[in-house]
């Protein structure tokens, strides 16, 4: 399954929302996760059955679709949530990201 | 929750091969499926392989069957990840992560990755 991510760069001002968006080449259900990736370091994930927040993950982060279309929303960027983020469907084998979107400070 | 250990970066010649190892801290792999996903030098993410240490079954992505290994050690608690007939291609930053599930899943936790460097 080909996951497409857009947009591929994002600006958004500190406080702003921002919407995230992967789209997939089939269905595949809700098995899909989304991580954050900081430069030099591992992704970290954030969001996983496509809308359950992972341990520790601020509530300023959801997730929402299914099927082929999903959706992260950051409510109020803060400084520490510009980053790139990835897209994960689990729903297929074998797993596949999308290629991410780089939110940037506007 | 298991935290994962990688070993140190690598610099390879082309042709040559470079194994990897990824070690549990704070547990085994004896209830997990353990997942390699390399990122090359700005690009995304690429999911290579996976093993069920308990069981030592390995599947690959097509992309890589017949250059890739990955094994477990018998006390699992370390996962390897053996790269053959290296190019210039593979230069990349190598993770070692839990998948959730058996057969499929998200990732979680990751190492906190391993470059190789592949160069003449």
């Known amino acids: 399954i080909v996951m497409t991510q857009s947009p591929a760069t994002l600006s958004v001002s500190p406080g702003e929302r921002a919407t995230l968006s992967c789209r997939a080449s089939?269905?595949?259900?809700?098995?899909l996760a989304w991580y954050q990736q900081k430069v030099g370091q591992a992704p970290r994930l954030l969001i996983y059955?496509?809308?359950t927040r992972a341990t520790g993950i601020p509530a300023r982060f959801s997730g929402s679709g299914s099927g082929t279309e999903v959706t992260l929303t950051i409510s109020s960027l803060q400084s520490e949530d510009f980053a790139v983020y990835y897209c994960?469907?689990?729903?297929?084998?074998?797993?596949?990201f999308g290629q991410g979107t780089k939110v940037e400070i506007k | 929750q298991v935290q994962l250990v990688q070993s140190g970066a690598e610099v390879k010649k082309p042709g040559s091969s470079v194994k990897v190892s990824c070690k549990a801290s704070?547990?085994?792999?004896?209830?997990?499926?353990v997942s390699w996903v390399r990122q090359a030098p700005g690009q995304g993410l690429e999911w290579m392989g996976r093993?069920?240490?308990?069981?030592?079954?390995?599947n690959y992505a097509q992309k890589f069957q017949g250059r890739v290994t990955i094994t477990a050690d018998k006390s699992l608690s370390a996962v390897y990840m053996d790269l053959s007939g290296l190019r210039s291609e593979d230069t990349a930053v190598y993770y070692c992560?839990?998948?959730?599930?058996?057969?499929?899943?998200?990732?979680?936790?990751w190492g906190q990755g391993t470059l190789v460097t592949v160069s003449s």
């Open positions: 992560t839990v998948m959730s599930m058996v057969v499929t899943g998200w990732f979680d936790p």
């Open positions: 704070g547990g085994t792999f004896s209830n997990n499926t």
């Open positions: 093993i069920i240490p308990l069981l030592g079954l390995g």
């Open positions: 089939q269905s595949v259900s809700n098995n």
């Open positions: 059955g496509a809308s």
């Open positions: 994960q469907q689990y729903n297929n084998w074998p797993p596949t």
